[in-house]
């Protein structure tokens, strides 16, 4: 959905300049008038001013709107609202979030070809991309891998052996780090969740892991090049790369950001106003990602 949005903003940004710049090379006349300047002498003034066809006076206003928000939308950021809870506890049904589309390089808002380099993936970065199985979805994980990284998950902890170009002084196979905090109130199908702080090489968050759930063993994987590991920071209710994968560096839409909002939606069927009507606003999660 939100790929066809962009190619509608392009199409519409195209019809509106093309309509008012052909009326303005081809069919614009000048008006000349007659102006008194005095007893013996009159001037010819040319006007420019003139009354515009309804379609092309509609083009003239709304083509600097529509060409703006695409350019806004396209190349600097991007609002998206979280659908699900993968990502709790970091960010939750009902947060709208921004994401900045230059962190990893422009990309033309239709075929999305990369032409211009502006930064590379960190470890630990929030990212929205295209989902590999389906690109028509946008999907938002945490990376946990680069490229040419050995990732391992067993006992719901991750081990990484970070790739080593060089082959010298390289870090070998490390345990991220896991605190516990105790039962958070993070909450799925009414069971309690556990809250830990993660520490990946060096990069703090907050995850959630569900007790009741069995471990989940990945067999050892490879980071392929020009492609990313991810995870949900909801541990075991987050549908990610333990399941279907890497994400191709063509894939990516940008980084998450900030939170510039976020609405609570805990109506029940029975009430007056429809479900997707907010209940109230958080306005505590507005703010920077972690």
Same mark, same amino acid.
């Given at each position: 959905?939100? !790929?066809?949005f962009s190619?509608?903003l392009?199409?519409i940004? /195209?019809? %509106?300049?093309?309509?008012?710049?052909?009326?303005a090379?081809f &069919?614009s006349q000048?008006? %000349?008038?007659?102006?008194?300047? #005095?007893e %013996?002498?009159?001037?010819?003034?040319d006007?420019t001013e003139?009354?515009? +066809?309804?379609?092309?006076d509609?083009?003239?206003?709304?083509? +600097?709107?529509?060409f703006?928000?695409?350019?806004?939308?396209? =190349?600097i950021?991007?609002?998206? @609202?979280?659908?699900s809870?993968?990502?709790?506890p $970091?960010?939750l049904?009902g947060d709208?979030?921004?994401?900045e589309?230059?962190?990893?390089?422009?990309r033309?808002?239709?075929?999305r070809?990369?032409? /211009?380099?502006?930064?590379?993936?960190?470890?630990?970065d929030v990212?929205?991309?295209? =989902?590999?199985?389906? +690109?028509s @979805?946008?999907?938002?994980k945490?990376v946990?891998g680069?490229?040419?990284?050995?990732i391992?998950?067993?006992?719901? @902890?991750?081990f990484i052996?970070p790739y080593?170009e060089?082959?010298?002084?390289?870090q070998?196979?490390?345990?991220v780090?896991l605190?516990s905090?105790?039962a958070g109130?993070?909450q799925?199908?009414?069971?309690?969740?556990?809250?830990?702080?993660? !520490?990946?090489?060096?990069?703090e968050?907050?995850i959630?892991?569900d007790?009741?759930?069995? @471990?989940?063993?990945?067999?050892?994987?490879?980071?392929p090049?020009?492609?990313?590991?991810? *995870?949900g920071?909801n541990?075991d209710?987050?549908?990610d790369?333990?399941?279907? #994968? &890497?994400?191709?560096?063509?894939? /990516?839409?940008?980084?998450?950001? &900030?939170?510039?909002?976020?609405?609570?939606?805990?109506r029940?069927?029975?009430? *007056?106003?429809p %479900?997707?009507?907010?209940t #109230?606003?958080?306005?505590?999660?507005v703010?920077?990602? $972690?």
């Open positions: 959905m939100a !790929n066809y190619i509608f392009v199409v940004s /195209l019809i %509106t300049g093309l309509v008012w710049l052909v009326y090379q &069919f000048k008006k %000349t008038v007659t102006a008194d300047a #005095g %013996t002498t009159r001037a010819s003034i006007v003139e009354t515009l +066809p309804p379609l092309v509609f083009c003239k206003q709304m083509f +600097p709107i529509f703006g928000v695409m350019i806004f939308r396209s =190349f950021y991007e609002p998206f @609202q979280i659908p809870g993968s990502m709790m $970091n960010l049904v709208f979030i921004l994401v589309k230059f962190s990893y390089g422009l033309d808002p239709v075929w070809s990369k032409f /211009l380099e502006t930064g590379e993936v960190e470890r630990g990212i929205v991309f295209k =989902f590999p199985q389906n +690109p @979805q946008d999907f938002i945490r946990i680069l490229p040419g990284d050995i391992e998950y067993r006992n719901k @902890q991750i052996t080593c060089s082959g010298e002084n390289c070998g196979r490390q345990a780090n605190r905090l105790g109130e993070y799925i199908y009414g069971r309690p969740l556990s809250l830990f702080n993660e !520490n990946l090489l060096g990069m968050h907050q959630l892991k007790p009741s759930k069995p @471990q989940l063993r990945m067999t050892r994987r490879v980071v090049e020009n492609s990313y590991f991810v *995870m920071d541990r209710h987050s549908s790369g333990r399941s279907w #994968g &890497f994400v191709p560096e063509d894939n /990516l839409v940008g980084k998450a950001v &900030f939170i510039w909002i976020s609405f609570e939606f805990d029940k069927p029975e009430d *007056m106003l %479900t997707w009507f907010p #109230g606003v958080r306005f505590s999660r703010g920077k990602l $972690n």
